[in-house]
């Protein structure tokens, strides 16, 4: 299979490409981030979007059997890196719903049939990160990785961890101390994976694992981020599952929550590869929610930083970024999961805006938490950064973007239960967070415990916690 895929250097003036069993962080050429790409002329041909209906009754423990099962990799031909269906290591993520949300439609005068959700909560690990980390696991296991890492707003490291403990590698996670929901703390720990909380938030986090990955080869890692391109390859695949939920008819709109970008990225790219193997016949337009909080995308995209001819204003971004570093400004937002203020993606985003026609919405914490309780109210809920979406919806029927005759899927990405103290502090006003930290504490003492490990925001001290020489700091960035 893999004679057929590569990767590639998304800056056209660059273009590097490298093979699949390479593993880089970014363009070892050029430093941009790098794309699965597939040679479709040599790979069999897809005559119908409807070829992939047959698998929905294949069940079974064959290897094929447990492809078709996964809502991931039942779409195989449209991610074909992968060398065999033995290969693949999946837990069964992506048997997700979308739901037609006509009660909560009726609250904002949308016709029935026209509002739909994409429940991504109801992934194994409780995300949609579950999509894009059976496709980097599968990439893994090809290349024979053994340690896996990521730095993370909780949802990328509960699926991590809960993937790592199940194939068998050592999952590592850096997450900001104190920035991360209870519900993904707790699933990381009981996942087994070795957590570190760093004394800082995700965008220092982020910094660190990747200083690692690139500085620090003998620590061995394989990273998981976003910036690994074979993540977003498995996110594809929450576009294929809506057009088939759609009985294959692309709706007028997707309204998504825009983090660290790599959701959004890899919906752009489905549906570019759709176009180009002719297996659709209209792109859907593409809303991309910041929380107003850590609205770097918001703000630079309104400040006309869009992708033209196949590239986009570098210059501005980074005249933005040193904006920022001079404030000293931090991301901040009740929907912790999006709390980001350098999203890796960008690029990325812009081009996807760039194929969906896409806009660029912000929402404050305040709509965020309303909406959050109204999907609730009349759903299966969903945590605060997933209700981002809904609450961007509002605001874009407001304007007028979005006409209430028009059919609109939102992603509500994580499950309710990720935050339970954003709910608990909406319906009684009691911070559980707050008590949480001022709560007697007993020491942990069952067999499997796991404790998080404090560590300083230093190269030294995050090698020395995860078992290496501190001496590989030595001379490298600190
Ligand atoms: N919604 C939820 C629930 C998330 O956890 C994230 C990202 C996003 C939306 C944004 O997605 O980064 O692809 O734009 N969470 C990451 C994490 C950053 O570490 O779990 P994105």
Redesign the pocket.
Known sequence: MTDTAFQQCMNPACGATYAIEQVHVACERCGSLLDVRYDWNKLPRLKSLRFFEHRWSTKGTAAEGRADFSGVWRFRELLPFYRAEEDIVSIGEGRTVLQQADILASHFGIKPGKLLLQYEGLNPSG???DNGMTAAFTHARLVGARRVA????????ASLAMFASLSEMQGVVFIGSGKISVGKLSQALDYGALTLQIQGD?DACLRRVRQIAVDAPEMGIYLMN?VNPFRLEGQKSIMYRILEARDWETPDWIIV????????SAFGKAFAELQELGLIKKIPRLAIINAAGANTLYTLFKQGVTWKDNWYDATAVQKHYAVLAEQDYHAHTVAS??E?GH?V?LPKALRALSIMNGVVEEVTDEEILEHRAMVARWGFGC?P??AASVAGLRRLLDKQVISPDESVVCIL??HEL?DPNVTVKYHTGIDMKAAQDTAPRSEPHGKYVNRPIPVEDSLEAIITAMGGDPKLATNRRK
Not at 150 to 157: F, P, Q
């Open positions: 995300s949609f990160k990521c730095a993370s707003t909780g949802n990328t490291s995700f976003s929550p825009g983090g660290n970008l790599g959701n959004c999961a999006i980001i999203p993606n945590e950064a997933s990405t994580g990720k």
